[in-house]
């Protein structure tokens, strides 16, 4: 059976492009595709899975894992599993927090010499319904996106300007980033979201967990608004407060 995801950059262990293109799979991320990453890390193979994605300006784009649990840390089994909050991008570098249940973190960023890189998108999204921060039509149907949900369809979201939303501060880079709809519903006219958790950092580009790293439970609203639970990995509790945003909502076209 013929696999939908598409092999969109290949990179060597120096880095250097061996098939496709940077480009190409930045314009795939704005689109809202999914994204993929397989990596030879010499002693093993993976590929990551990415629940939220980043693209920026020119080809600036990342993925970000934002619920991986893991049971090693520093290469020993730990009595608990733990978060881990990481970022990947085309630098060879890494962003990596682990959040322990017990409220400790360790930033295990780094860079590392991975065999190969293969960037994977499924360009599957069409955007149904976007609007401005204060919820006026740009493009598409407000209704369309209420029969969606309707129809049980698969739905994600795009937030303009997330990065900095810890601060409510809209200023950084252009870009838009993608996470997943867990729980999408209908109310006071509008169409809304429990989402995924999502991962913000400072409104720069490049940017790491250095520059900051927040966590957040959000409720995107086709008004605009944004309900959003916030916390930096290690200091809670939760903060709770609202933000107007930009977005774009997107229906799968194969589900």
Same mark, same amino acid.
């Given at each position: @059976?013929? =696999?939908?995801?598409? &092999? ?17 799979? %930045?314009?795939? &991320? ?8 397989? @990596?030879? %890390? +010499? ?11 980043? /693209? ?5 784009? /990342? ?20 978060? =881990? ?9 890494? =962003?990596?927090?682990? #959040? @322990? ?23 599957? #999204?069409?955007?149904?319904?976007? +609007?401005?921060?204060?919820?006026? $039509? ?24 997330l990065f900095g939303i810890q601060d409510d501060d809209p200023s950084g880079p252009q870009h838009i980033s993608f996470f997943n ?9 509008? /169409?809304? /979201?429990? $989402?995924?958790?999502?991962? =913000?950092?400072?409104? $720069? #580009?490049?940017?790491? #967990? ?9 409720w995107p609203w086709t008004s605009g608004e944004m309900t959003c639970n916030l916390v930096k990995p290690g200091h809670l509790p ?7 945003r930009a977005m774009q909502w997107l229906v799968a076209e194969d589900a």
């Open positions: @059976m013929a =696999s939908h995801w598409v &092999l969109a950059l290949e990179q060597s262990q120096n880095l250097e492009v061996t098939q496709g293109s940077i480009a190409a799979t %930045a314009t795939a &991320l704005k689109n809202g595709a999914d994204l993929r990453l397989f @990596m030879d %890390a +010499h002693t093993y193979e993976e590929t990551l899975y990415f629940q939220q994605t980043y /693209a920026g300006e020119g080809d600036a784009f /990342a993925g970000l894992m934002t619920h991986h649990h893991s049971y090693v840390h520093r290469e020993s089994l730990t009595d608990e599993p733990y978060f =881990s909050l990481f970022k990947y991008d085309v630098s060879g570098s890494f =962003s990596l927090l682990k #959040w @322990m249940l017990d409220n400790r973190v360790f930033d295990d960023s780094q860079a590392y010499p991975y065999g190969v890189y293969r960037w994977y998108v499924y360009d599957r #999204w069409r955007v149904v319904y976007e +609007h401005d921060a204060e919820g006026n $039509c740009l493009t598409g149907d407000l209704d369309a996106l209420k029969e969606s949900i309707r129809e049980g369809r698969s739905l994600k979201v795009g937030v303009k300007q709809i867990m729980q999408p519903l209908i109310k006071n006219g509008n /169409a809304g /979201a429990n $989402c995924d958790f999502i991962l =913000s950092s400072a409104p $720069c #580009w490049p940017f790491s #967990w250095e520059d900051g790293l927040t966590l957040g439970v959000v939760f903060r709770r407060t609202t933000v107007r």
